[in-house]
């Protein structure tokens, strides 16, 4: 198990460099990556709220902090 943690730590940091500069050259990558995680943070407090059942088990509360 650690041999894939330790792998899978070197494959991202082998993609930080390469994902780092098409940031830098797209700027409005951002901009769409924030308005996904705010869609996605919405859509999972909603399904919380409203006791949604997801493969038969509840939506858990999102921890925050």
Known sequence: MITFFVISV???LQFTVPARSFVNKHPSIQILVLLILIGMTLLIESAHLSNVLILRS???QVPKG
Do not use: S
């Open 10 to 12: 070197l494959v991202i």
């Open 58 to 60: 509840h939506v858990t």
